[in-house]
């Protein structure tokens, strides 16, 4: 994973000397969800400096098996549901092209193609979308706690299925704590929650890898709660919990993987 995410990190440069990289997902027979696999390539594609430099498109097909309106279909979601992941790239013409003309269960996939728009040569009747970039509450919008007030710390980042902060959190850390003692009568708990659960399951947690344990969205909260004790904030003044993936944002999993504050009263 960690090479992976190297080699995207690279991709910019790389892309300056070639004109185009793919990617594959790889599905199931019949299946068209995003597999943990899937994310976690799909979240290093995220990690991409410089997003506005590039074109994505993505193409989703089947193989032979099954009717073709049927595998035309399935290959549309399995293309849709990887867009919905990439909406802070410019996106071409993302399309199901149905079957491809074997049983090979290679052909059940969807490539990813990514080039710089310099490089990007339009094609009559290609349809572009645009980035969408969510502007999301930060700590700044709590100048005025009350009771209820809940936002996703989202520059607290962990390390991919554990429970450890990554360092590259240290400013929203510091905004946390600043917020919590420059506010002392504020109590609040702090939820965690996880991406790519079983909608069948909603309530079954993952494994956090550190610790063996399937916790890892209480894990994580735990672990902002022992940041803040650590840093003097009162532990009587908070407590934690994990939501598993009971509480999805129809957003995708980046926004799903969170840790939130929500404000429980204001004495």
């Given amino acids: ?21 793919k990617f594959t997902l790889y599905y199931a027979n019949d299946q068209y969800e995003l597999t943990p696999k899937h994310h976690k390539l799909l979240d290093s594609l995220k990690m991409l400096p410089d997003k506005d430099s590039l074109d994505v498109h993505i193409k989703g097909y089947t193989n032979s098996v099954g009717g073709e ?12 549901n ?10 071409i013409s993302s399309q199901g092209y149905g079957e491809l003309g074997s049983t090979a269960a290679d052909n059940r996939r969807v490539d990813i193609l990514v080039h710089l728009k310099r490089d990007h040569v339009p094609v009559a009747g290609e349809i572009v979308e645009e ?33 450890v ?8 850390l510091n905004e946390l704590v600043t917020f919590l003692k420059n506010n002392p009568k504020v109590k609040f708990k702090l939820i965690g929650h996880i991406c790519c659960g079983d909608p069948m399951k909603p309530y079954k947690d993952v494994k956090n890898v550190r610790t063996g344990k399937d916790n890892l969205s209480e894990a994580r909260a735990q672990a902002l709660h022992n940041y803040l004790v ?3 904030i009162n532990k009587r003044r908070m407590r934690y919990l994990g939501m598993a993936f009971m509480q999805p944002t129809g957003k995708g999993s980046e926004y799903d993987r969170r840790v939130e504050i929500e404000i429980t009263s204001v004495d």
């Fill in 230 to 232: 650590k840093k003097g």
């Fill in 69 to 80: 309106n049927y595998n035309l279909e399935l290959s549309q979601k399995r293309a849709e």
């Fill in 82 to 91: 990887v867009k919905r992941e990439l909406r802070q790239f410019t996106i």
């Fill in 165 to 172: 902060i990554m360092d590259e959190s240290k400013e929203t």
């Fill in 131 to 163: 980035p969408i970039i969510e502007a999301e509450p930060t700590i700044v919008a709590l100048s005025n706690p009350k009771k209820g007030d809940k936002i996703a710390l989202r520059g607290i980042r962990f390390y991919p299925d554990r429970d």
């Fill in 1 to 21: 994973m960690k090479n992976i995410a190297f080699f995207l990190l690279l991709l910019p440069s790389l892309l300056a000397a070639q004109s185009e990289k």
